[in-house]
């Protein structure tokens, strides 16, 4: 059966998409993208001191979101129904690469290894 209620109907074109986004920005409907502001003001932090820490939230999150919304990206979009063991792979690689940039910062090792003893 066709779906013949329009407004129920996806948009899968990213270009499609990107420009209602614009429209909304324009007519102040919808607020800025404070999620991106809030990952570049981390990734100029990151910079700055240069610790590694705020890489690994990086990692995390992405890891994170990924689980949560069944979808990663790296180099192309990974969708978990499509892809299953790929999109796990990629999954478990940023929760590795999370712990070893929290691990080697010399502050986090030192209460690790603190508390160990």
Do not use: D, H
């Not at 990734?43 to 069944?70: C, D, K, P, Y």
């Not at 999109?87 to 690469?97: H, R, S």
Request: with cysteine; aromatic share 14%; hydrophobic share 50%.
């Amino acid at each position: 059966m066709k779906n013949r209620n329009p407004s129920s109907v996806k948009v899968s074109n990213p270009v499609a998409a990107g420009s209602s986004r614009q429209a909304q920005r324009a007519s102040g409907a919808q607020p800025w993208p404070w999620r991106t502001l809030l990952g570049v003001g981390m990734i100029l932090a990151e910079l700055w001191f240069n610790t590694g820490i705020i890489w690994g939230l990086f990692m995390l999150l992405w890891a994170v979101m990924g689980v949560l919304s069944g979808q990663t990206y790296i180099f192309e979009p990974l969708i978990k129904e499509e892809y299953p063991v790929l999109f796990w792979c990629v999954i478990t690689l940023w929760f590795v690469i999370a712990g070893l940039l929290f691990i080697s910062n010399p502050y986090i090792y030192g209460l690790i290894s603190s508390a160990m003893k």
